[in-house]
């Protein structure tokens, strides 16, 4: 094995990867994952219990309202699709670790550089999501639907942990040991 220092923030940006895909794979896709419950719907990142997949939507009623569908707001339904880039990238940071731990130090480089671009994803998918659905839970909960968070918040949350300790563990491997411990017989 070229690098055993890697192994751990593979293990880590691994971990966040697969994190990740579940808060992508939200509502509407898969129901029981989401970043916001209400009485029959659930949101997630490419809509909400009911309606197509797609990138961007509007809140329906009677969570919807001028505020949230109109503006910025509403732009940041489109934001949402960071997480799954920000899965992209881990994976990416995956498949380099593999390299890295199996053959050369530069997979264990590479896996640092994307790792961390995928952590600045993350944080920043991360604060707008939970903006978009903070500002949406306070709305709702002020007009008296019953409105709770959802589980995806805490799955992209314990992926950008998980790629911050990988990050550091991968830039850390890459000054681990990558000589094999040959004997020669003489």
Request: charged letters at 10%; one cysteine or more.
């Amino acid at each position: 094995m070229a690098a055993g220092a890697a192994i751990p923030g593979l293990f880590f940006v691994f971990a966040a990867m697969v994190l990740l895909i579940f808060a992508s794979v939200s509502a509407p896709t898969w129901n029981r994952i989401s970043f916001l419950d209400t009485p029959g719907t659930n949101f997630g990142v490419f809509g909400y219990t009911g309606s197509q997949t797609h990138i961007g939507y509007q809140f329906p009623s009677p969570i919807g309202d001028g505020k949230l569908n109109g503006g910025s707001l509403h732009n940041l339904t489109f934001a949402l699709i960071l997480i799954p880039i920000a899965a992209g990238l881990s994976g990416l940071a995956f498949l380099f670790g593999i390299c890295g731990a199996a053959y050369h130090r530069t997979g264990t480089v590479f896996m640092s550089i994307i790792s961390a671009l995928a952590l600045l994803v993350t944080l920043v998918g991360w604060v707008l999501e939970m903006a978009l659905f903070g500002i949406a839970h306070h709305d709702a909960s002020k007009r008296g639907i019953d409105v709770k968070w959802g589980n995806a918040n805490w799955l992209v949350l314990g992926a950008l942990v998980s790629l911050a300790v990988g990050f550091v563990l991968a830039t850390c491997g890459i000054f681990g040991s990558y000589r094999s411990n040959r004997r020669t017989s003489y």
